[in-house]
């Protein structure tokens, strides 16, 4: 756990480093049209509706030590960040060290478009093979290095447009010059088995979102500074717990996963075992809960103890994320993501935190378009 911690601190410093950068950069010289124009199309996201604009529902700050310590200083914020940090995964259950060099078997390979799909095959965790689709733009080069997407879901194919319609992130991506890993694993995992779990599901796939953020990184294409995560449903509750509790993740998109509690929403299901009620083999009836199928695992304690995943959303600041809304992540949701974007601002960070509305679960291309560019502002 200390190892953990301490990496996430470095990273941490990377990441605020690379931000400053970057804003540096974009200060020091004029903008071009492409770039003035890009950040007109997304620049809407980040702008809560005026019904919302700065209020912070009945969430509990983030800026405040859980002993009730206000965060007065940048240094006070690295303190709180790391007890949100040691405290979440003390409760979900500590990970295995990430592997930074995962051993990697490529299995098949064939043109498509304009990129190349690789077949490979990886560990997602020790003991857990997990087989995923790899494509690579024909422009990416070792020596121009390009920025890159993980997509998360139930299985691999539906990201490269093999099954399902609207949720083809990683083709479209790739498509786009984007170099992407299409990851799936059904109905969560389990470590080191179903039978004896020692982390919550939920926090156990974002483990192995960290473990696949490095099957990218390590391509000679890919700039591992410019690395995001995606996903939808199901996966946009893997992606958004991956990106929150790995920070080498530079931005992401969640779409209409639930980014918080709400047991008005069958949906937004974080009490189920394969997600965070997890307490053992013999799983409750599935649905809300109720006096006669209660909240079981870690999610209960959770919700007596009064936490939320507002907490989980302050830790990617100041990197920035975009909250693909439908009928899960309503715009009321800003009472939860005025927290980041007040923890931003006391880091001295603006625009960094996104949502875009549509009126059903499923993604759109309207809603896909959105994302793309947003990835294309944050990371090209």
Known sequence: ?????????????????????????????????????????????????????????????????????????????????????????????????????????????????????????????????????????????????????????????????????????????????????????????????????????????????ANAFHVLANRKEVDPERIGIVGHSYGGKWAMFASCLYDKFACAAWSDGGIVFDESRPSVNYWEPWYLGYEGPDFRKRGLPTKENPRTGLYKQLVKDGYDLHELHALMAPRPFLVSGGAEDRPKQWWALNHSIAVNRFLGYENRVAMTNREKHAPNPESNEQMYHFFEYWLK
């Open 1 to 209: 756990m200390k190892s953990l911690i301490s990496c996430g601190i470095v990273s941490l410093f990377l990441t605020i480093s690379v931000s400053i950068v970057w804003s540096g950069e974009q200060a020091a010289s004029a903008p071009s049209d492409a770039q003035k124009e890009m950040w007109k199309q997304i620049a809407p996201f980040f702008e809560p509706p005026s019904e919302f604009k700065g209020d912070l529902g009945n969430y509990k700050t983030p800026l405040k030590f859980y002993d009730g310590r206000p965060v007065k200083t940048p240094a006070d914020w690295q303190a709180r960040r790391q007890e949100i940090l040691k405290t979440w995964h003390t409760m979900m259950g500590d990970w295995p060290p990430v592997n930074e060099r995962p051993q990697v078997d490529y299995l098949k390979q064939e043109h498509r478009d304009n990129f190349t799909q690789y077949t490979v095959r990886f560990e997602i965790a020790p003991g857990h093979p997990n087989t995923g689709y790899l494509l690579i733009p024909d422009g990416a080069k070792p020596d121009h290095k390009t920025p890159a997407v993980l997509v998360v879901y139930y299985e691999p194919e539906t990201g490269v447009g093999l099954k399902g319609k609207d949720r083809d992130f990683a083709y479209q991506l790739a498509k786009r010059g984007f170099v992407t890993f299409s990851v799936g694993h059904d109905y969560s995992l389990y470590y080191p088995n179903r039978e004896k779990a020692e982390i919550q599901p939920l926090s156990a796939l974002a483990y192995g979102a």
